[in-house]
């Protein structure tokens, strides 16, 4: 025992000829296929999320804007992330100009360097091959192909937690104390990514290297404890910098109700995405016991469900059942007696420890919880998928295997049979095909003279549906700040954007599932939570954005596009870039997407724009974001993303106005201040966005510009 707690652990390694002979161009053919089909009509999206396309063109302007992630490059409010995730896309648009490929290209180098971070990983104790196929499994997962071509922090996330696992494997081999370290500084770093949701891993593989490191349990500790300061201080200091800044010359932090990151981390970012007292949001207020809330059912079948199950769900059974099987092969050797068997058991152990606890916390958390968050499972189910199959590939002799084998892609096939059935309309022969394939296969498996052939069949039989929903992906624009991969489907909210999105069977548009739309013109709306009341500033009756023709749709109405189109119609605001028609609308009057940008507008906000430090103001970051990357000029979001922030407070906004920093106010936009939460829902937030938008109107000249609704704040009414 004490021989192998104290040795390096080895790894299984092919000989050095054959990984000449092939290794390396098969793993070079992956990344490229891999770059290649994320490049494949990466323009369509066009600025994808315009609420960080906004920061990034902000911080491409401003290093101060850089730093801090602001939505302007005046510097008025943050987004509501930490910054990292927006740093390398402003680079790019600092060195090579404000464009969608510019601001997309770095996510798809994420998605490449993800799929090298897993190969990686996987060959050390399983071999290339297997390594291989966990490249390819990630890289056809549909949730993957959406997010690794979006401007959302989820790929940046991603990418960091494949890298923290990987790192603490690397660790496990021989006890190695950096490895460790580099673990917590990946996980460091993937906090000020998306904050806390970079820590859901911690447990699981802090506890499996305390248990199962070769060396003495002091110094395990004693390495952890290193490992913890480094993740601190790759995630801290950033946060040490922004608490001790005077928050007089920093921008707001968006998303808090105190102008505090650590208030953003732990409430609005943390505790409250997972019991839904989110203040501020427009949505949370889960129930608990299972029942779910203003995001949906929460339960173990949360992430099968109609519009979670074909992000991520194809090959989720398979990899919960290779998980248990590897995990039983590797347990026949003790510690003591295989350490071959141990490293790939602590490797079943590491990603799978990192799957179930994700998938708990996304299947209970009752506050906001949207499609794209799966993306974040996409590392773990493909690893484990590549270690299980090689593990009983290598075990197939054993009856037991081969059951197993023929077992996982029965039901495979029959559960891709049934997300493929969601979308009726969609390759309907396919999903005939894939039921039959996997019975063949299942049937072939079985038998050993037929086990390569059914082999293969099996691979292709587990990997057409995810493939053919990652090439709609990646053949469809989408925009907004709520997008799924795939076709809509039955009782889903599938679609390129925001509200643009198709319509499910229950009539939604990309909005939490319980919200509902009253009769058009009454202007009644049960929010998110609980609560029925009128509708929130900056919308008229019926909850059409009052700006006019850029607004949003009427409750309950359909949307003006298909919302799931192979071509692009129209155009994005300003750029001349298409856009998906599914993403018109920006719906709740900017919330969930922006909105169009007349030339008019354009030009009129242009026109002597040095003279002002925002050349506008609007409710709203999604509004606020249409005009600042149509005329690249800052443009200041009144109440953060959600309008329900308190930035600027009253006072400060007129003190702007009457110092002639703001030129115009751009009416419409986010959803405001005192909107209904209802018990144990997400609070409603400040209402500073009301009472600026009142004082605005009482106070200030109306004027039209290309059809939309804009006040002069130069101009006071007599």
Not at 465 to 480: F, M
């Amino acid at each position: 025992m004490t021989a192998v707690l104290t040795a390096p652990l080895p790894v299984r390694a092919a000989p050095a000829a054959a990984r000449a002979r092939w290794q390396r161009p098969a793993l070079a053919a992956l990344l490229l296929a891999t770059a290649a089909l994320y490049l494949w009509n990466l323009g369509s999206s066009g600025y994808a999320n315009s609420f960080y396309s906004a920061a990034v063109q902000a911080g491409s302007e401003s290093w101060k804007a850089f730093f801090f992630g602001s939505s302007d490059a005046a510097n008025s409010i943050t987004v509501d992330k930490p910054p990292a995730a927006l740093w390398p896309m402003a680079l790019s648009v600092r060195l090579f100009g404000l464009g969608s490929w510019q601001i997309l290209l770095p996510q798809v180098l994420m998605a490449v360097g993800t799929v090298g971070v897993l190969y990686a990983s996987v060959k050390r104790q399983f071999g290339p091959a297997a390594g291989l196929l966990a490249g390819a499994v990630f890289a056809l997962t549909p949730v993957a192909a959406l997010m690794f071509r979006f401007n959302n922090p989820d790929a940046l996330l991603t990418l960091l937690m494949a890298v923290a696992v990987h790192c603490v494997l690397r660790a496990l081999e021989g006890a190695y104390t950096k490895w460790l370290v580099w673990a917590g500084v990946a996980l460091g770093a993937a906090f000020l990514a998306k904050t806390l949701q970079a820590f859901v891993i911690l447990p699981p593989l802090a506890v499996l290297y305390a248990v199962c490191a070769p060396t003495r349990l002091r110094r395990r500790l004693v390495q952890l404890a290193l490992a913890g300061l480094a993740m601190v201080a790759a995630g801290g200091w950033w946060v040490a910098i922004v608490e001790l800044w005077p928050a007089s010359s920093r921008p707001y932090i968006g998303g808090s109700q105190n102008n505090s990151f650590l208030e953003l981390t732990f409430g609005y970012n943390g505790l409250g995405r997972i019991n839904g007292n989110e203040t501020g949001s427009v949505g949370g207020g889960g129930r608990g016991g299972g029942q779910g809330g203003g995001w949906g059912e929460t339960g173990i079948d949360r992430l099968f469900s109609a519009n979670i199950g074909g992000q991520i769900s194809w090959l989720l059974p398979a990899a919960l059942v290779l998980l248990v099987a590897g995990l039983v092969v590797t347990w026949r050797a003790r510690r003591a007696t295989d350490a071959l068997d141990s490293m790939a058991r602590a490797a079943f152990l590491a990603w799978g420890g990192a799957l179930l606890i994700t998938l708990a916390v996304f299947s209970f958390m009752q506050g906001i919880f949207h499609e794209y968050y799966t993306v974040a499972l996409a590392p773990y189910v493909a690893a484990l998928v590549a270690m299980g199959t090689s593990v009983l590939w290598e075990e197939r002799g054993a009856l037991a295997a081969r059951l197993t084998l023929a077992g996982t892609v029965l039901l495979t096939a029959g559960w891709s049979y049934v997300l493929l059935g969601r979308s009726s309309d969609y390759l309907p022969w396919l999903r005939w095909a894939v039921l039959a394939g996997g019975a063949i296969a299942a049937a072939g498996l079985l038998l050993r003279r037929t086990g390569l052939a059914a082999g293969a069949l099996g691979l292709a039989v587990a990997l057409a549906g995810p493939l053919a929903y990652t090439l709609t992906t990646v053949n469809t624009g989408h925009t907004g700040s709520i997008v799924t991969a795939g076709p809509a489907v039955a009782g889903g909210r599938g679609g390129p954007g925001g509200f643009g999105g198709p319509r499910g069977d229950d009539g939604r548009f990309g909005m939490p599932p319980n919200f509902r739309g009253g009769p058009q013109g009454q202007g009644q709306n049960q929010f998110p939570g609980g609560g029925t009341g009128a509708m929130p500033p900056g919308m008229n009756q019926g909850g059409r954005n009052q700006s006019g023709p850029q607004g949003g749709l009427p409750m309950g109405q359909p949307p003006t596009g298909t919302g799931n189109t192979t071509g692009p119609t129209g155009t994005f605001p300003g750029t001349g870039e298409p856009r998906s028609a599914g993403g018109r609308g920006g719906g709740m009057g900017g919330l969930l997407n922006g909105a169009n940008v007349s030339a008019a507008a354009k030009a009129a906000l242009s026109k002597d724009a040095g003279t002002y430090t925002w050349v506008a103001a609007a409710i709203g970051s999604q509004n606020a974001a249409s005009y600042q990357l149509a005329t690249e000029k800052p443009v200041m979001a009144i109440g953060g993303f959600n309008g329900s922030d308190p930035s600027p407070t009253l006072e400060q906004f007129r003190k702007y106005v009457e110092d002639g920093r703001i030129h115009y106010f751009i009416a419409g936009g986010g959803m405001g201040g005192g909107m209904g939460g209802g018990p144990g829902g997400g609070g409603p937030g400040s209402s500073v966005s009301s009472s600026v938008s009142t004082w605005v109107t009482e106070n200030f000249t109306q004027v039209t510009i290309g059809g939309a609704t804009f006040y002069d704040l130069t101009s006071p009414k007599a």
